[in-house]
């Protein structure tokens, strides 16, 4: 195993050929590394920036053991097998382990370390077999019933009001292991993104506010528009968790914001950068993927300065026309403080995530309303 830290031009391997698989590669490369993209998908957005492109199942022991050349590898997604992660940490220098992308992977097991480190969720019953549904769990009631694995950008969820709902829920999950979080009054949602060598060398970015259509993040703004007391909390709660997991890497800590007080809690971690961290690209000194790069190589994370007010705004498969034709690019790409960034996807569909932009400006209000009005734009 290669001694850290890891320099130029070494091989670098990625779990996962998505957009996050893409702008990692892109950070890499011009930081001067070589990079091996694992992915099953032979049109993966990665690979079109990838030295190689291993083009097969996440668990192909083949594949796995030429991806365990590379000094060192990450992933950009959280339901990967951890067991290959495992796997590639008796060959190679992996970033974060297994363990903490196997926690993320569960919301059980997720709810159940951010309580050991101190820090508050919504309150929640654990629901794997019908049995567990009894008359204590109207305390949790209104609620959400999730799927305590591979649920995402709102999937998975269901919202009860009674039991009898919840029962029907639990079924039509199909009996899976599932979470019923009681629903919360909630004023908003967040975003940290830490980056963290260990506990000497931690760096997190300013909260992001989240603003989210159909279960899916449309909006981040940044800096959230929170008092500096809130957003001064949401950082020591991100690092907190991030210590407690003992976590290396770049890690998303999403939390809510409830009540008059503004009272956080923990909703959930990604353990890889996140959709609300792709402003950092434009509009902050370094950016999430670069951290990403820095930290698996070794290196202490850089500064994660903002340098103006911004806005991301994803876009969706639903501006394509329904043949396919392209959106009009031309209001975004013409103005002079938007940022274009596609990925690279063959084809569109409604609620894939197809690239996105960010608008600079001098206070995020401004930036949010500019790009409101661009995302409107968009038509084939």
Wanted: aromatic share 6%.
């Amino acid at each position: 195993m290669k001694t850290l830290p890891i320099l130029p031009p070494a091989n670098l391997g990625i779990l996962g050929g998505g957009q996050l698989g893409r702008m990692f590669a892109v950070a890499a490369k011009t930081m001067g590394y070589r990079v091996t993209v694992l992915d099953p998908d032979p049109n993966a957005p990665a690979a079109d920036f990838a030295d190689r492109h291993l083009c097969a199942d996440f668990d192909n022991e083949a594949a796995l053991n030429e991806l365990a050349k590379c000094a060192a590898v990450t992933t950009e997604f959280e339901n990967v097998n951890a067991d290959a992660m495992r796997f590639l940490a008796q060959h190679t220098v992996i970033s974060p382990s297994g363990d903490c992308v196997a926690i993320a992977q569960n919301r059980i097991q997720e709810k159940a370390w951010i309580q050991k480190a101190g820090l508050q969720t919504a309150p929640y019953q654990a629901v794997c077999k019908p049995e567990d549904i009894t008359e204590a769990s109207a305390a949790f009631l209104p609620g959400i019933l999730k799927t305590a694995t591979l649920g995402y950008d709102g999937k998975g969820q269901i919202r009860v009001k009674t039991l009898s709902e919840l029962k029907a829920a639990f079924t039509e999950h199909g009996g899976v292991e599932c979470v019923l979080e009681k629903m919360v009054d909630l004023r908003g949602e967040i975003s940290v993104i830490v980056c963290r060598l260990n506990s000497d060398n931690t760096q997190t970015f300013d909260p992001a506010e989240n603003i989210h259509e159909n279960g899916i993040l449309a909006y981040s703004i940044v800096p959230a528009r929170l008092s500096a007391d809130v957003q001064q909390q949401a950082r020591q709660m991100a690092r907190r968790l991030a210590d407690e997991l003992g976590y290396v890497g770049v890690l998303a800590v999403e939390m809510f914001v409830v009540g008059d007080t503004n009272e956080l809690i923990v909703n959930e971690i990604a353990p890889r950068p996140h959709n609300s961290g792709h402003h950092t690209i434009d509009a902050c000194a370094t950016d999430q993927f670069q951290q990403q790069v820095r930290i698996m190589c070794g290196l202490p994370p850089a500064d994660t300065r903002l340098l103006s007010g911004c806005c991301m705004a994803n876009i969706l498969g639903n501006v394509w026309g329904k043949d396919g034709g392209e959106p009009d690019w031309l209001p975004v790409q013409n103005h002079p403080h938007a940022h274009l960034h596609l990925y690279g996807k063959k084809s569109a569909h409604v609620g894939r995530k197809m690239g996105h932009f960010t608008v600079c400006a001098d206070d995020a209000d401004e930036a949010f309303k500019t790009a409101q009005a661009l995302h409107g734009s968009l038509s084939a």
